[in-house]
């Protein structure tokens, strides 16, 4: 139990650390979230900076046991997938209006759910009755398809990934 309690208290902070980041966000693109329009290009890069910070910060906190990812490896790093789970769950909460009246305990579970979602993008499924859960996974899952698609295309011929960079 108190490997949970510790798992849930890393990762509250990590909670923490994305209420911070609405602060990056103009009023105009938390509206366009808030709508669930597709994002444009601006849009994408905040969030995946975002994505890519906190994954950094998930394997700092960690290095003993993370390894640092090579960049043709990044999805499948755990600090990465960890991350990314996280980054959906908080534009979960901006397209439901950020609500501050979360109780710690639930910020907790949330935290924990989204710590088993992660482990589980490592698998072909994930069985939950929490339908945010489920989509959170599935967007995860496909969000990883595609940058391991582009993470073998670098691995398999270099000189061409150097384009993309």
């Known amino acids: 139990m108190a490997a949970l309690d510790r798992a849930g208290d890393q990762w509250k902070r990590i ?9 990056d966000l103009t009023q105009a693109e938390l509206k366009h979230i808030r709508k669930s329009a597709p994002t444009d290009a601006i849009l994408s ?13 998930i394997v700092d906190e960690n290095s003993d046991i993370l390894p640092y990812p090579t960049l043709t490896e990044i999805s499948t790093s755990f600090g990465f997938r960890a991350s ?28 924990v759910d989204n710590m088993i979602i992660a482990m589980a993008t490592y698998y072909d499924g994930f ?19 595609g940058i391991r698609a ?16």
């Open 127 to 145: 069985i939950s009755s929490d339908q945010r859960s489920k989509e959170r996974y599935r967007s995860a899952k496909h969000i990883l398809t």
């Open 15 to 23: 909670t923490d650390l994305y209420q911070d980041i609405q602060l």
């Open 84 to 111: 990314l789970i996280q980054h959906l769950h908080y534009i979960e909460w901006t397209i439901n209006g950020s609500p501050t009246n979360v109780s710690e305990a639930k910020r907790k579970n949330d935290a």
């Open 150 to 165: 582009v993470e073998v295309i670098q691995k398999s011929f270099p000189r061409l990934g150097e384009q993309f960079n």
């Open 45 to 57: 890069r905040k969030i995946a900076i975002t994505t890519a910070q906190v994954a950094k910060q």
